[in-house]
Every structure is written in C-alpha cells, then in structure tokens.
T-cell receptor, first 112, second 113 residues
Framework: GESVGLHLPTLSVQEGDNSIINCAYS??????FIWYKQESGKGPQFIID?????DKRQGQRVTVLLNKTVKHLSLQIAATQPGDSAVYFC???????????FGAGTRLFVKA | GAGVSQSPSNKVTEKGKDVELRCDPI?????LYWYRQSLGQGLEFLIY????????KSGLPSDRFSAERTGGSVSTLTIQRTQQEDSAVYLC???????????FGPGTRLTVT
C-alpha cells in the first residue's frame, strides 16, 4: 500500500554536521525519485531528483543515493544549517503509470 | 512567474456543510494533483488529472469527495457533508508532465467544527 498517515520519524543534528535522511520506497517498477522539503505552513518544495539509471546525484550541499536492489533512497545534506530544519519527503514515480507516491516524511531538527 | 495558488487559505465550516476548495495551477502544466495532509503527518494522495485523460480518483476517501478540472486549468475539490475527520490541510500541486517535479501551492487549511 501507499505510505500515508504515519507519525513522522525525527532526526536531530548539530549545525555544521552532515545529515542523512533515509527512505524505503515501495514499487520496484518506480523509475524516477524526488526529494521534497516542507517548511512549517508551506507546501513541499523540490530539492533534487534522480532517475533509476543512476545511483548518485549531487546538487548544492545535497546528494541523493539510490539503491535499487533494496529499494532504498537517501538524502545527504552537507554542513547542515538551521534553515534546513523541515520535514523531508521522498517521492517515487513509475513513469509508465504517472502516479506519484510520497513517503511518510522525516522531520529534521538542526540544533544551533 | 506565478506559482500554484489555492483559495481560500483557511476555511472553517460546520459539520454537515459542503465546501469547495480551489486550485490555480501553473500555466502550461498538464498534470494537477490534490493531496491531504493531517497535522504532523505525510501526504495522502487524493486525485490526479493529466491532460484530457480521465482522472485517477483512486485516492478519494469516500463518495463525499469529488474534484473537477475545467478547461485543463483550474481545479475545484468539493467535500460534501463535511465531517470532523475531514479537517486537514489540502494541498494542490501541478507539474509540466505527469513525471516531472511537482510544484505545490500553500494549501487550504480546513477545519470542521
């Protein structure tokens, strides 16, 4: 089934440390993955994406890793800042079906 | 350019009343999604529109929920005979295609008293 309505796991990190947020996706046919960031009172915002023909993609301070063997996705944030405090969602898409499935989300707290 | 807009931003209604929530997607985006988000929880998929195709309604929780998208642009989510468990933030998103990143609106916070 789809990952919905679960209480959010929480990750607390010290400012300046690296953060790793993990996600297990559900559909082995999914071939496109996106990480979103949601700040309080706002809608989710795109951070970075990766297609299934890749296992790593880097952006500015963020890296996404994809392990299709175990259906696992991770988001690494380098030198975490207070502004990174938010809820992070992974999303999986099967491009043959167009439906997006969101993970349950992880709340990141950054301690100054 | 303008992002996804939603109205109203907040809606308080009495149990049993009907409500309509509006979404204006980004111009040119063919795909439009509605999600529901309860306090502190994840996104629950409700419905998906793609171009002129029949919408994917598989996420609608009951027949009290319906949505339409007129002219391939503006969408309205209607909840009939609202219940207290309908209280949540309703998020709309659009994307250029069905397989690209989604741009979210700020949401409508619905409170059913």
């Amino acid at each position: 089934g789809e990952s919905v309505g679960l209480h959010l796991p929480t990750l607390s990190v010290q400012e300046g440390d690296n953060s790793i947020i993990n996600c297990a996706y559900s559909n082995s046919a999914s071939d496109y993955f996106i990480w979103y960031k949601q700040e309080s009172g706002k809608g989710p915002q795109f951070i970075i994406d990766i297609r299934s023909n890749m296992d790593k993609r880097q952006g500015q301070r963020v890296t996404v890793l994809l392990n299709k063997t175990v259906k696992h996705l991770s988001l690494q944030i380098a030198a975490t800042q207070p502004g990174d405090s938010a809820v992070y969602f992974c999303a999986e898409i099967y491009t043959g079906g167009f439906k997006t499935i969101f993970g349950a989300g992880t709340r990141l707290f950054v301690k100054a | 350019g303008a992002g996804v807009s939603q109205s109203p931003s907040n809606k308080v209604t009495e149990k049993g009343k009907d409500v309509e929530l509006r979404c204006d997607p980004i111009s040119g985006h063919t795909a439009l999604y509605w999600y529901r988000q309860s306090l502190g929880q994840g996104l629950e998929f409700l419905i998906y529109f793609q171009g002129n195709s029949a919408p994917d309604k598989s996420g609608l929780p009951s027949d009290r929920f319906s949505a339409e998208r007129t002219g391939g642009s503006v969408s309205t989510l209607t909840i009939q005979r609202t219940q207290q468990e309908d209280s949540a933030v309703y998020l709309c998103a659009s994307s250029f295609t069905g397989v690209s990143e989604q741009y979210f609106g700020p949401g409508t916070r619905l409170t059913v008293t």
